[in-house]
């Protein structure tokens, strides 16, 4: 663990050296990480649209089917442990290594079968998507002025949003020529090919090379977030997200599976209410910046962790019986919860990335991680249990999505603002004890 006086000595360090990149290393990150969010955002969305057709292909009825995914959820331990190694070994190695795992791990689970061989191979897929996604949020966030770093997560979560709607797009094709949901993996494998290009447009964090150059990267520990320095804002950070997590896993995993299951839109019907409704909800990225630029961090992550729960309560628990426009009714809704969830998201990033040290950074992102897949595995584990106890599978996921509304307000009261600050004052670099 870093003493305070390490603490010190390497916050001296970075304040003797100019902190802002340059414009062009700037723009090979912004291209460089859009690219893989956007390649990881398709791979991620798979097993959310295709989940009609999965739980055929197994056999499985709506509690298996959440069963097998609460299995898959343990992805996050491995991304937790990826995220740490981008601490201590750097951030790039860690998303180059990624985007050569994923399309390994994709092929592996589109010649899987076997429930088991399939749960592996997805377990392996998704601990790369999660380390890609935690490093990516953490690069911009090092490298991107001051004043950018809200647009520059909005960047992230609009490349990845992009990614997943290309899935939806696909996969009615799929499906109106008879063809297997596993064709959506085929592509995933196909992402090898960006390789070479990604190898040659990714940066290093300069950051972390003059963390790594000090010796602090190497030094710091898994568990100095739990540091008195770090404590008072990493515990609210991981309730906060355990209880988000939670709702949002419920609900980003059972639209598709809810349209066409339980409402009975054809696939096409679904893609389109989901293209359209996501479509307009990807506004919510740059209004997430835009209010989290303005107005701050925490008011962002507050209002629109409220509106994500309501608008999910509104998409899941309806139409009401007999409604003539189901679609526009989900679609409506599907935009609305969405919506709201992108914008809390680029405020909830941008505070966490700058409320730790360079040291910390990837590290406290993995802790999200191993939330997450505590928070995944309960949800569709609860979502297996009761399922069929409290009326369907969409009855669960609304009352799941409640959650969002004391995780906005501990965070409301709990994390500290860190609108217009540098990274090293925001994440109390240069304090000394």
């Known amino acids: 663990m870093l003493s305070d006086a390490e603490a010190a000595a390497l916050a001296r360090h970075e304040g003797s050296v100019e902190l802002s990149a340059s414009a062009d290393v700037v723009r090979r990150t912004i291209v460089g990480t859009c690219a893989m969010l956007f390649y990881q955002g398709f791979t991620m969305a798979i097993n959310g649209i295709g989940a009609p057709w999965i739980a055929k292909s197994f056999e499985l009825n709506e509690s298996g089917i959440a069963r097998m ?32 795992a994923t399309p390994a791990c994709a092929l592996g689970a589109a010649v899987s079968f076997q429930r088991l061989a399939f749960i592996v191979f997805d377990i392996g897929l998704y601990a790369c998507i999660g380390a890609t996604l935690a490093s990516s949020v953490v690069m911009l966030a090092e490298t991107l002025p001051i004043a950018d770093r809200a647009r520059g997560q909005s960047f992230a979560g609009l490349a990845v949003a992009l990614g ?23 592509l995933a494998v196909a992402g090898i090919g960006a390789t070479p290009f990604l190898w040659r447009v990714i940066p290093e964090s300069a950051r972390w090379e003059r963390a790594a150059a000090s010796g602090a990267a190497q030094r710091a520990a898994f568990y100095d977030v739990f540091a008195p320095r770090y ?25 598709y599976f809810h349209a066409v299951s339980v409402v009975g839109l054809s696939a096409g019907e679904a893609s389109v209410m989901m293209l359209a409704g996501g479509g307009v909800s990807l506004l919510g990225f740059p209004l997430g910046a835009w209010g989290a630029e303005h107005f701050g961090r925490v008011p962002t992550v507050v209002v629109f ?27 409506a809704g599907f935009c609305w919860f969405s919506l709201a969830m992108n914008a809390s998201t680029v405020g909830g990033n941008a505070a966490a990335t700058e409320l730790f040290p360079t040291t910390l950074r990837g590290t406290i992102i993995g802790w999200f991680t191993l939330i997450a897949a505590i928070a995944a595995v309960s949800s569709q584990a609860a979502i297996a249990v009761l399922a069929e ?5 969409s009855v669960v996921v609304g009352y799941l999505s409640l959650l969002a509304i004391p995780g906005a307000v501990i965070f409301g009261i709990y994390v500290e603002e860190t609108r217009g600050m540098s990274l090293e004052v925001a994440a109390r670099e240069n304090d000394v004890a």
């Open 231 to 255: 404590r008072g804002r990493t515990v609210p950070l991981l309730i906060c997200y355990l209880l988000s997590t939670i709702a949002v896993n419920a609900a980003t995993s059972w639209g």
């Open 305 to 331: 962790g409220v509106l994500s729960a309501a608008g999910s309560l509104f998409f899941y628990w309806g139409p009401p019986t007999g409604f003539a426009h189901g679609a526009i009714w989900l679609a």
């Open 389 to 393: 106890r409290l009326g369907g599978l």
């Open 164 to 186: 997943g709607g290309l899935c939806i797009m696909l996969m009615p094709l799929l499906d109106s020529f008879g063809w297997s949901w596993r064709w959506l993996l085929a």
């Open 69 to 100: 995914y609460a299995w898959i959820s343990l992805s996050a331990i491995g991304a937790l442990v990826l995220s740490r190694v981008a601490d201590r070994h750097g951030r790039r190695r860690v998303l180059l290594g990624c985007m050569i």
